[in-house]
């Protein structure tokens, strides 16, 4: 507390004023760089642990030693939707094997290695009592639409009503 109180003496940070400018080319920017198939795994299990956590009425949950919460589920699925959707080349973990687009078939195929690999994680009990089933179904149906659904609470919270 004694740290936190000195570099925040009052209540709020209003005061803290941002030197930096952003404009429309910054906006528009679209960012370089390398899409792997580890992020796009990464993005599954991350998106599919939150949805679980979700649908048993948790808010935020601790994954991968970070404390995650919707917007973190948001960026995961729209990443995948988009990487799909647009056909977004993805390096592969084997390096054997050429940089491909990521389709809808492969993506099953992943979004079912990967449950394998959070039930290991987790353990099959906790798997198994867990809402990881209808968690994985609707990350699927989310990020293979033809169309991007803007929050996934809405969808999430209408199996949550049908749950119950």
Not at 31 to 49: D, I, M, S
Not at 92 to 110: F, G, H, M, W
Not at 139 to 153: D, G, M, R
Request: charged share 25%; aromatic share 8%; glycine share 6%.
């Amino acid at each position: 507390k004694e740290i936190f109180d000195k570099h925040m003496p009052g209540k709020n940070q209003i005061d803290k004023k941002t030197t930096s400018t952003v404009g429309q080319a910054e906006l528009l920017f679209v960012p370089e760089g390398t899409r792997t198939e580890a992020g796009l795994r990464h993005n599954v299990k991350v998106g599919v642990q939150y949805i679980e956590a979700w649908l048993r009425g948790q808010g935020c949950v601790p994954l991968y030693n970070l404390m995650e919460d919707a917007a973190t589920a948001e960026i995961s699925r729209a990443q995948v939707w988009q990487w799909v959707r647009h056909a977004v080349p993805v390096e592969p973990i084997d390096k054997t094997r050429p940089v491909a687009a990521i389709n809808i078939q492969e993506l099953a195929v992943i979004i079912d290695e990967e449950m394998d690999a959070i039930e290991k994680e987790v353990g099959s009990a906790r798997f198994s009592s867990g809402k990881f089933k209808e968690a994985k179904s609707l990350f699927a149906k989310l990020v293979s639409a033809p169309e991007f659904e803007e929050f996934l609470t809405v969808p999430a919270y209408e199996q949550l009503v049908e749950l119950t």
